[in-house]
């Protein structure tokens, strides 16, 4: 696997690093990377969404204090790699996001869903 921005610490900072809890980015404040327009990260599952009306997120978001003009991230809700729901947080933000959520009730059976963690 290449390493990248977002897979260069995998358990120490990126990735699963303990029940419950997920990093998409890094969890050490103050590490930088050279990203894009676009670059972003996912974690997603299959799940069976008949009878489900909402998928919701549960998570706290921290974003950089220091990024260039212009440039923001966002964090999606994401059903077989569309963007279903989103909100775009600009530089030094700390936010739990309780109330992200996508509309899903049209939709049965399994379908891959995720969090995307993009810089727009």
């Known amino acids: 696997m290449e390493l990248t921005a977002f897979t260069s610490r995998l358990g120490e900072g990126q990735g699963r690093l303990g029940p419950g809890v997920f990093v998409l980015g890094d969890d050490e404040p103050g590490r930088t990377f050279e990203l894009a327009h676009g670059d972003h990260v996912e974690v997603t599952q299959v799940v069976d969404l008949t009878g489900v009306?909402?998928?919701?997120?549960?998570?706290?978001?921290?974003?950089?204090?220091?990024?260039?003009?212009?440039?923001?991230?966002?964090?999606?809700?994401?059903?077989?790699?569309v963007k279903s729901a989103g909100v775009t947080l600009r530089p030094g933000t700390k936010r739990s996001l309780e109330d992200?959520?996508?509309?899903?009730?049209?939709?049965?059976?399994?379908?891959?869903?995720?969090?995307?963690?993009e810089l727009v």
């Open 53 to 81: 009306t909402l998928v919701r997120t549960s998570m706290k978001v921290r974003t950089p204090t220091l990024m260039p003009p212009g440039f923001a991230w966002e964090v999606s809700i994401v059903v077989d790699g």
């Open 100 to 117: 992200l959520a996508a509309n899903v009730s049209k939709l049965a059976g399994p379908h891959t869903v995720g969090v995307r963690l």
